[in-house]
């Protein structure tokens, strides 16, 4: 397919390397031309613009946030997109602006799809992410092959692209909430001389298997949170999108607003460009061990 990319941040840069090895003609933008330099001699074409990028047969977003995506996909882009174009944004974002993005995108004639995803970078280079994909059945079944190119499954959950993004939501408040424990689960121990490495080796072989205990434990017991593969700034933007989605049907989250503070305080402190299981070191910290 000839595709358009925007956005090669840790996520993005990873799945156009992908994308270019399964065959695809990928034209890359960012707001920091130099990333494009290492994808461009893979094979990928650099535009100067975010319009170059959207147009042909499908475009993916893979920016930070919500102020990034607007800032990048404004009304007078989709103006100009070549009606029938998929827009597909794998980033994630709020509840409110998908519902937006999936309004103004039909009453231009294009298709939007949310396809957030679940999965570091490390997944993202491996082909390994898990797509949560919500929009359209036609327009999914025009950008399967990419997604069969940067990930191991696509889950299709509806035709509402916002509950794809609903989804990831809730899903990434786990996480926190997983990666929060993991932190306070450490204090405790440390307090007590136990060391967390000998502590995951009992629980990862026991009831608590699996990539998120082994790998952000991993990180705690090694008080170790750079290179940041997921940054605790991005955590505390998905946890606060969980809050909102969860304000709009009025619904309790007690959990995520102590996560809300954990991550603030980890911001606070300069920990923000740090990886998200700097949740440890806040722990730490209010025990006095940091
Ligand atoms: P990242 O490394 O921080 O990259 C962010 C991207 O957004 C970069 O291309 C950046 O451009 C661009 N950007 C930020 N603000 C912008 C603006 N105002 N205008 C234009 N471009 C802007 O983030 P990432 O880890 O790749 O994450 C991307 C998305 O995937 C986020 O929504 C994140 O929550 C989600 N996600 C991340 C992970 C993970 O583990 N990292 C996993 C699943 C989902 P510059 O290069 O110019 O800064």
Request: net charge negative; charged share 20%; no cysteine.
């Amino acid at each position: 397919m000839d595709i358009g990319f925007i956005g090669l941040g840790e996520m993005g840069a990873a799945m156009v390397a992908n994308l270019l090895k399964a065959g695809h003609t990928v034209r890359v933008w960012n707001r920091t031309p130099e990333k494009t330099e290492a994808l461009a001699a893979a094979g990928a074409h650099a535009v100067a613009t975010p319009a170059g990028a959207f147009t042909g047969d499908a475009v993916i977003s893979m920016l930070a946030d919500d102020a990034a995506l607007r800032e990048v996909v404004d009304t007078a882009l989709l103006a100009h997109a070549p009606r029938g174009l998929v827009h597909v944004n794998m980033a994630t974002i709020s509840v409110a602006l998908a519902e937006t993005l999936a309004r103004e995108h039909a009453e231009l004639g294009l298709h939007y799809v949310a396809a957030p995803v679940l999965g570091r970078p490390d997944a993202a280079a491996a082909a390994k992410l898990t797509i949560i994909a919500g929009g359209a059945a036609e327009a999914i079944d025009r950008v399967q092959p990419l997604f069969d190119a940067i990930g191991q499954k696509t889950w299709r959950i509806g035709a509402l692209p916002q509950q794809a993004n609903v989804m990831k939501l809730a899903a990434n408040f786990m996480l926190a909430a997983a990666v929060e424990a993991l932190g306070e689960a450490a204090a405790l121990l440390g307090g007590h001389g136990v060391a967390m490495r000998d502590f995951l080796d009992v629980v990862t072989a026991g009831p608590f298997p699996g990539p998120v205990y082994a790998g952000y434990g991993g990180m705690i017991a090694e008080d170790r949170y750079e290179p940041a593969l997921f940054k605790a700034r991005l955590g505390l933007k998905d946890v606060r999108l969980a809050l909102a989605a969860a304000d709009a049907v009025a619904t309790p989250l007690p959990v995520a607003s102590v996560l809300r503070d954990s991550l603030l305080e980890a911001v606070a402190h300069g920990d923000g460009e740090r990886d998200f299981a700097v949740l440890g070191k806040v722990a730490a910290r209010r025990a006095g061990r940091a």
